[in-house]
T-cell receptor, first 113, second 115 residues
Framework: DADVTQTPRNRITKTGKRIMLECSQT?????MYWYRQDPGLGLRLIYY???????NKGEISDGYSVSRQAQAKFSLSLESAIPNQTALYFC????????????FGEGSRLTVL | AQTVTQSQPEMSVQEAETVTLSCTYD???????LFWYKQPPSRQMILVIR??????QNATENRFSVNFQKAAKSFSLKISDSQLGDAAMYFC????????????FGPGTRLSVLP
């Protein structure tokens, strides 16, 4: 089983719908992240959390919210999806105090019609 | 803010040949880490190689090696004896060693391997 698991893997939805992407990890890492990947832009940080009580905005947080339900769970919500939120979303984890390598989930491809 | 540039959106290499992917970055810090991640068609992000800025020796992982030029802020990836399985998107990434700092990714280079 994957160390970082994202659900759903693929999702098609309509404009205005609320969408939740979920992430769980078995690596025991404190730090969790949500990234968005768009062609030609690489990965951009949406939100990150260094522990259960710590939530921080990344560079593109508008239109998104997150919840850190437990050390192992970090979910991303789109309150009212819009077409330009169509993208590949990655959850990642890292270990505090380490060289900081990111460990990624398998990605969630979201299409907003 | 730090930025990472990959000036080659696409590259191709013949199987068994060598290819070099370019990456430059902009930072005012002296202590940081640099990474190359590979994203095959399966879309999984896989760490290829890592370099600590304080180390002068270039990192090597099997067929993958880097040319780290700190003064020039350059971090290129060399793939030797290219294989069909090397075909993927490659992302260069920067992370400050300062506590709490996050990764900055380049836009990626799509590598094709020709049989």
């Amino acid at each position: 089983d994957a160390d970082v698991t994202q659900t759903p893997r693929n999702r098609i939805t309509k404009t205005g719908k609320r969408i939740m992407l979920e992430c769980s990890q078995t690596k025991g890492h404190d730090r969790m992240y949500w990234y968005r990947q768009d062609p030609g832009l690489g990965l951009r940080l949406i939100y990150y959390s260094f522990d259960v009580k710590d939530i921080n905005k990344g560079e593109i947080s508008d239109g998104y919210s997150v919840s850190r339900q437990a050390q192992a769970k970090f979910s991303l919500s789109l309150e009212s999806a819009i077409p330009n939120q169509t993208a590949l979303y990655f959850c990642a984890t890292s270990k505090a105090g380490d060289t900081g390598e990111l460990f990624f989930g398998e990605g969630s491809r979201l299409t907003v019609l | 803010a730090q930025t990472v540039t990959q000036s080659q959106p696409e590259m191709s290499v013949q199987e068994a040949e060598t290819v070099t992917l370019s990456c430059t970055y902009d930072t005012s810090e002296s202590d940081y880490y640099l990474f190359w991640y590979k994203q095959p068609p399966s879309r999984q992000m896989i760490l290829v190689i890592r370099q600590e800025a304080y180390k002068q020796q270039n990192a090597t992982e099997n067929r993958f090696s880097v040319n780290f030029q700190k003064a020039a802020k350059s971090f290129s990836l060399k793939i030797s004896d290219s294989q069909l399985g090397d075909a993927a998107m490659y992302f260069c990434a920067y992370r400050s060693a300062t506590v709490g700092q996050n990764f900055v990714f380049g836009p990626g280079t799509r590598l094709s391997v020709l049989p």
